[in-house]
């Protein structure tokens, strides 16, 4: 795979002017509608994280569902595989247009679907549906941000993109708590469909105009048939691999093996080439992303339980406690687009996946009585510091390694290392959660704060994601294809 910079062969406006306003900026007049209507996407999509988020653990106790709550988790992750790779095609092939209008477009449906279910698995299916449009989307963005933005201001977007999250991460839990405990869980997901409108209306027209039709010259390259067969392999293995973890028989070995059998070529087809021996450049910068982002959200996605629970916090504090983390996300990825950073970006890489192993270590603490509930919330933003510093650093990373033409393929590759880590992270996770009578504690916490009978299956979840963690660490020190004498 050639490594050059992506910006280099792509037609951009002048890039004179600084990268926070001028001509050139992300918010100068050369760039202000597209910058605007694509972070207007990314805020969509970051309310509808931080809402449902809060509304989940209502959701799965009023519809049966809290042995299979990682399901609810992981159903989003699975689809969203073969949505990235279907976009990687389209967004190569004609642009990222359609790719984008269309994933919007399932995004809002699956939301609808899971509002108006009656039963956790159709529940969990319209957390499939909003997974395949979430995956046609956060593609199309990045293949937006390689052809529209010239290298020197995609940190600046990236980080923008991050600061889209601070206000969701406060709103968002408070409206949607407050909404589940006064009208209903459902209404969270049937009242954030009607956002979508107004990203639509901003963005479409701008990325028609800078980032439409085929990446490279002439026609346009045919559709890779191997790549999308592979697309559905791994999708189908993810899936059966964790329904085999929720389903501890013997009998789950059938399905277990039949996911792998399907899972681990699809996985070498897609990804870089030494990818799972983390060899130097690209592939390390694709594992990172999916170390990191894994271990952070199969974490992340047991906190409100936990503090629903085992300490009998409402639906809107549980939420609230991991409000700070989008500010500090944000400052986390503000702080890797500074322009002196570049010289030092694996070091600030490996502080950040330290910082994110510490957090997830001392989430389970709050399983003390003693200890402050609001532990949590400080541990959060120190690891939302650093997967700000993390996760837009790969970005940034995979961009500079990719040639234009390759930009829909990796940007695809990048998110099903991470979409996939967290489908088979919460799939662990979810073994061990319900391996230990985790799927029994949902009435076990009483308006008077008693705690459930299995907090050991929250630390069983927390504890093996800091190891995780830690061995991101390490991938940091390889995201650089060592210097060639001679």
């Known amino acids: 795979m050639t490594a050059v910079e992506a910006g280099e062969a792509v037609t951009v406006p002048s890039e004179s002017g600084a990268a926070g ?5 992300v918010l100068g007049r050369a760039y202000r509608a597209l910058t605007v209507g694509i972070v207007s996407v990314v805020l969509v999509i970051a309310f509808e994280a931080t809402a449902v988020g809060t509304a989940m653990p209502v959701a799965a106790r009023e519809l049966d569902g809290v042995a299979l709550y990682a399901f609810a988790f992981s159903g989003y992750f699975t689809t969203s595989l073969l949505g990235m790779v279907l976009a990687g095609q389209w967004s190569d092939r004609d642009g990222p247009l359609a790719s984008l209008a269309s994933g919007i477009g399932a995004f809002a449906a699956g939301l609808l679907l899971s509002g108006t279910a009656g039963g956790m698995w ?7 549906v909003q997974g395949l449009g979430g995956g046609l989307v956060i593609v199309a963005l990045y293949v937006v941000v390689g052809r529209a933005y010239p290298q020197r201001l995609r940190p600046a977007i990236m980080a923008a993109f991050a ?8 709103v968002g839990p408070l409206a949607a708590g407050a909404v589940t405990e006064h009208l209903g869980w459902r209404w969270v997901f049937i009242g954030i469909p009607a956002l979508v409108g107004v990203p639509l209306a901003l963005a479409l027209p701008q990325i028609r105009r800078r980032a439409s039709g085929p990446a490279g010259a002439g026609d346009r390259a045919p559709l890779d048939r191997r790549r999308i067969r592979l697309a559905f392999g791994i999708a189908l293995g993810a899936g059966l691999l964790q ?3 929720q389903d ?19 996985v070498r087809g897609l990804l870089p080439r030494g990818t799972h021996r983390a060899a130097r450049g690209l592939p390390s910068v694709v594992l990172l992303r999916g170390v990191s982002a894994g271990a952070f959200i199969a974490a992340e996605s047991f906190v409100p339980l936990m503090l629903v629970t085992q300490r009998g916090l409402s639906p809107t504090l549980a939420g609230l406690s991991l409000a700070a ?17 570049e010289p030092y970006r694996e070091r600030l890489m490996f502080l950040g996946m330290l910082l994110v192993a510490a957090a997830v270590a001392a989430a389970p603490s709050v399983l003390i009585p003693a200890v402050p509930v609001w532990t949590v919330a400080v541990a959060w933003g120190f690891g939302c510091f650093g997967m700000g510093l993390v996760i837009a650093s790969t970005s940034v990373l995979l961009l500079q390694l990719s040639a234009p033409e390759e930009a829909g393929a990796n940007s695809a590759a990048l998110q099903i290392s991470d979409a996939l880590s967290n489908v088979l992270l919460l799939a662990v996770g979810g073994a061990a959660f319900a391996a230990l009578g985790g799927g029994s504690v949902a009435g076990a916490a009483t308006a008077s704060g008693a705690h459930g009978s299995h907090p050991a299956a929250f630390a069983a979840v927390f504890l093996p994601m800091a190891g995780v963690a830690l061995l991101g660490a390490w991938v940091t020190t390889r995201l650089r294809e060592p210097a060639r004498t001679g």
Not at 325 to 341: C, D, E, M, N, Y
């Open 122 to 128: 159709v529940f969990i299916l319209g957390r499939a």
């Open 21 to 25: 306003g001028g001509e050139g900026g």
């Open 243 to 245: 329904y085999a973890a």
């Open 163 to 170: 600061a889209a999250w601070v206000v969701p991460s406060v």
């Open 248 to 266: 501890l028989r013997p009998l789950s070995l059938v399905p277990a093996a039949a996911g792998a059998a399907l899972l681990v070529p699809a």
């Open 325 to 341: 983390g989008g500010g500090t996300w944000a400052l986390g990825s503000w702080v890797q687009a500074r322009p002196g950073v």
